[in-house]
């Protein structure tokens, strides 16, 4: 909760609630962080490549097993970064 604009107040259960301080960040400071943080999701990548296009769940399984055959051999070319 926020009873102000620089001071915060934290509530924890069994615990007694705490008013530390906690200024308000811009929308500029939040994106910038953000931003400075960017970097590939490799699970991500991973995931929406193998996922199963038109068609049976013979060809998905083809599809997982063709790419893991090409992350194994070093071509990691299906992989796509975010």
């Known amino acids: 909760h926020r009873p102000g604009l620089s001071i915060a107040e934290l509530t924890q259960p069994g615990q007694p609630a705490q008013r530390i301080s906690l ?3 811009s929308l500029k400071d939040c994106l910038a962080e953000e931003l400075r943080r960017l970097d590939p999701d490799e699970v991500f990548g991973e995931t929406i490549t193998n996922l199963p296009g038109p068609g049976t769940q013979q060809e998905a399984h083809h599809s997982l097993i063709g790419n ?3 992350q194994a051999h ?5 992989l796509i970064t975010v």
Do not use: N, W
Request: proline share 9%; net charge neutral; hydrophobic share 10%.
């Open 68 to 70: 893991a055959e090409q």
């Open 23 to 25: 200024p308000r960040r």
């Open 74 to 78: 070093g071509d990691c070319s299906s």
